[in-house]
DNA sequence: ATGAAAGCGCTAACAC
DNA sequence: GTGTTAGCGCTTTCAT
């Protein structure tokens, strides 16, 4: 049986998180008889204000907790609820409050193990305050993402868009329907709008140094996506790193990166970097499989410091930014009393086994 | 200016991500002042029908189509709806209809690659059918994940609950609570709950089978939690594929991986079978660092055929189950007229190079 | 301390 | 074809 890689199981799946569907604005008409409009046969607060013999006015007192309420009446009205299994009707909650106790989360990919762990950092700081976490994920599809965050936008108090793809036109929309937007990894010009963004410009250069310091000359970035805010970040730090950076089309999945290899190797280059850490681990795949080794043929460094990349093979070097902090300042961003202004975090270079010397010179480009 | 209606003929089905909050039953009480019950200065519908001079029936008429509505009114409802950014309130929607379209989904860990595919593929599943997606991850918790579920329970039409750890009562308590509840690895006698499981008695012996054609005869096999039904399963795979396996206590994670090699070695195994991929995955880096070759000195082989097992160094030997089927069939259960009967899905073996014969005899245990 | 009643935003039944 | 009305389940006045 042949140690082959299965491309077939990897096959793009066009909507994954968030699909758009094609139909009229409003779902079906409720198929119910009208008899049967209730909500499935779930227990109200009717159920149970009828058991406990008191108003429901009064089980919603006991039941919230803080109200005056004798002891007796507040003991019967909790074992009436417990008895028939009640539970509010979030819905009903929402509605009367205007407030879901919610935040939405967008991410581009969910099968990011960044993402996921940004994503869970913020979702614990958040249930910490009483909060539920939605997340969507798009694909990568500026309009899917677009169309995410709007709908998304009428249930939740607050809306969290890492990395948005979607144009600034869109976003100020976006920011228009929410009651409250902050972003991470971009930056948009509008009074209500929060954001925290990684130090890119800071961690390019950092990881210049360092290849620059092993004496790595020819070096090619492997592009994300052309609407990522952070990649346009990665491109103004190479400017400013002074090194000649050659580009390469790429995207933000390991696929990706497995892909845009044999494209970059024709310039020859002694280090790749990759646009992130999660592309960087199909980039490593690849070059074994031409027999390339890393770091003694070529360098190759990521960004992010996902939680994989202590473990390939060899470790990742990387820019770090903590998850966690990543998660709290965004959270920050979402009290009432938050500053709009833009949070920025920076990182460190965390060397691992992918970088080197050039061990050898790779012939000179070919002559032009 | 009013060019085009684009969402009013589309509706955006996103697939979320919901964490529950660990608090008690209800949320603190209202702050707003009573001035303010309104949600939070949007548009309603009662400003769209004052705008176009209409009753709020008709507005509803108009946007929800396929009502008789004489097209100048349909006209005038449109426009003014555009103007002022009108979008229904879906918690109203929600508690109108009794339903909200939208299914829950719960992960042990969303870090896991593996959960994360098996998530993009129920969402594109539901939102091709029209239902939005909620996911909450649970961290390995099972009171975390109890809890998780009975919320979500309140706002989902169906919930499904992927190899879920908590206890059968409490699985049950679920199940009462739920419109429709769907379990993914994970059986439980109940007369309406669904399930979709994989064959992980099928695929150890697979494994077995195809470490035995090689050679190898003291294998470790590194447990995931014990509370995960899939677990038991392949602890049943192996008693009956009779060879002997020794266990050893690991868990889930890559870092679990990580952390067991160390006890694993200690047994001299020729072969390690880790619970799952995402736990090969830490098992690989950490013989790496020892300086244990594989497949050369020990094979390893993990379970679920993650994203990234092809792209390991060396490919994983592993037994896939496709995420797609997974999701498909999932989905399948929802429907009003499914069976409660458990699906049964068997995956193949793929062999990379993980797994070769033993090269070398490592010393025999020591004398006992 | 408790109950009656209003109403959150929306849609379906029932007039006309 | 369109308006009027009722009511989904809940919380909060405003009475008592």
Redesign the pocket.
Known sequence: MADRIRWKREKVYIAVVAAIVPRTW?ND??RK??SD???AG????????RLA?????????V??GG????P???DRVRAAAQEVG????P???T????SSQTIGVVVPDLGNPYFAEILKGIAAEAAGDGHHTLVAGTEEDPEQEYRSAIELARWVDGLLLCAPRMSAPQLKEVAEASRRLVLINRVLRHPSVGAVVVDYHHGVRELCAHLASLGHERIVYLEGPSTAWSDQQRQRGFRAAGLPVTRVACGSSLRDGYAAVDEALTHEPTALIAFNDHVAVGVLSRLRELGITVPDDLSVVGVDDAPMSAHTDPGLTTYAVSTVELGRQAWQHFSPTASTATTHLSGELVVRGSTARPRRRRTVKPSR
């Open positions: 409003s008409p409720v008889p009208t409009r209730t909500s779930r227990a109200t607060i009717h159920d149970v204000a013999e008191v108003s429901t006015a009064t089980v919603s007192r039941l919230s109200k005056p309420v004798s007796q009446v507040a009640y539970r509010p009707n819905a009903a909650q509605l009367l409050r205007g």
